[in-house]
């Protein structure tokens, strides 16, 4: 687990593209935390990091957005209206977890973990005590993450207040 803090939105979407230069083909995100608190912020620069050039909007009501003009396929999902695992199902979403050139990020996907790979990237975002203030939690879950421990304790090494040894699971 790695224990980050930001003092506004820029520095959000900067340590979001410390992550994206990290991701590979077929990793999942989840991104879980606070209403309002910077999970689509942090998409956006993430996909900006991806090279996405385009803006990067919430797909609250659309559900799933694609960005196909980055070094991988960007899918940005956002469940928070979901109340069943079938429309998840119907949204496609096996598909797109296994397109091996394609990096998903799924905001309140902490919702439908049961439904999720077990090799996932959780970022929960939390509001804290001034208004441009959050906590930023990073838990690797799964081998795939795991392997990048080291590499990513490093990248975000700017924003970081404190990392803990134990590993992640569901
Ligand atoms: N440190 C910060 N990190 C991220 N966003 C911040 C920060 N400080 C202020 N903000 C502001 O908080 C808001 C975050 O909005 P955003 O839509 O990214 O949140 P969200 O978690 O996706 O919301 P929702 O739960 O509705 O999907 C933006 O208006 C952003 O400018
Ligand atoms: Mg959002």
Redesign the pocket.
């Known amino acids: 687990m790695i224990l980050l803090h930001?003092?506004?939105?820029d520095?959000?979407?900067d340590l979001a593209a410390a992550v994206a230069e990290l991701v590979r083909g077929g990793d999942l995100i989840v991104?879980a935390?606070?209403?309002?608190?910077?999970?689509?912020?942090?998409?956006?620069g993430f996909g900006r990091a991806l090279g996405v050039e385009g803006p990067i909007t919430?797909p609250?009501y659309t559900l799933a957005h694609q960005y196909d003009d980055g070094r991988l396929r960007l899918h940005h999902l956002?469940v928070?209206r979901f109340d069943a695992t079938a429309e998840v199902l119907d949204v496609g979403l096996a598909e797109l977890l296994d397109d091996p050139d394609a990096v998903t990020l799924i905001?309140?996907g902490d919702a439908i973990l049961s439904s999720l790979p077990a090799d996932l990237l959780e970022v929960r975002?939390v509001l804290?005590g001034d208004?441009?203030?959050?906590d930023?939690t990073i838990r690797m879950v799964g081998p795939r993450w795991a392997a990048r421990q080291r590499a990513l304790t490093a990248a975000l090494s700017p924003w970081m207040v404190a990392e803990s040894p134990t590993a992640g699971g569901h």
């Open positions: 930001t003092t506004s939105v520095a959000t979407r991104l935390g606070d209403l309002g608190a910077g999970k689509t912020a942090f998409t956006q919430s609250t956002d928070y905001e309140w975002l804290g208004d441009d203030d959050r930023v």
